[in-house]
């Protein structure tokens, strides 16, 4: 994977309470970090900050909270991941607080050691970078996994009609390298 879709992923459904939690106990609502809308019935497909959630901390564990959190949700066909089932949505939150508790050994060492002044002040613009229209592609799927499927099938069959076009109807698609 390219690093910035690395970046999608590991913030792709980033909330403000995991923001503080693993990064920042200090971080702003205006925190600059795209992710992806969990209500999918919104025309908003991508957040330009991670929210709050309004999770209930109630537990000891990110693990319980997020697990208090989606099943809270559980309901919703159009919460997170939509149509997926509770199970599936909580595997992936319990997912992602193992990739944030990883992300921020990394973050501890970079606040350590951070780069020197000539990094390229264009590895914050996301539009450059590649994690804008990354994130609003995984928000589409994310969100309209029908969109995404109908579009595979698409694919899938004009791949199927040309093959067999050609199996029809051979000398119309194959290319002669013998001169006459």
């Known amino acids: 994977k390219q690093w910035y879709q690395r970046r999608v992923h590991g913030v792709h459904s980033l909330s403000l309470e995991m923001l503080r939690h693993y990064f920042d106990n200090n971080a702003h609502q205006n925190n600059g970090i795209p992710v992806v809308n969990h209500n999918c019935l919104s025309e908003q497909y991508v957040l330009p900050n991670a929210p709050s959630t309004g999770m209930n901390i109630s537990f000891k564990t990110t693990a319980m909270n997020a697990v208090d959190h989606i099943l809270s949700h559980m309901d919703d066909e159009n919460f997170g991941v939509k149509g997926s089932p509770p199970l599936e949505k909580v595997v992936h939150a319990i997912h992602m607080?193992?990739?944030?508790?990883?992300?921020?050994?990394?973050?501890?060492?970079?606040?350590?050691?951070?780069?020197?002044?000539?990094?390229?002040?264009?590895?914050?613009?996301?539009?450059?970078?590649?994690v804008g229209e990354t994130i609003e592609q995984l928000a589409i799927q994310i969100c309209h996994p029908e969109a995404v499927r109908q579009t595979k099938d698409q694919k899938k069959r004009s791949i199927e009609d040309s093959t067999l076009s050609a199996q029809q109807n051979p000398t119309a698609t194959s290319t002669s390298y013998v001169s006459t």
């Not at 944030?100 to 780069?115: D, Q, T, V």
């Open 97 to 130: 607080l193992e990739v944030w508790n990883s992300a921020r050994e990394e973050y501890k060492k970079l606040l350590e050691n951070p780069p020197k002044d000539n990094v390229c002040s264009c590895v914050k613009n996301d539009t450059l970078t590649g």
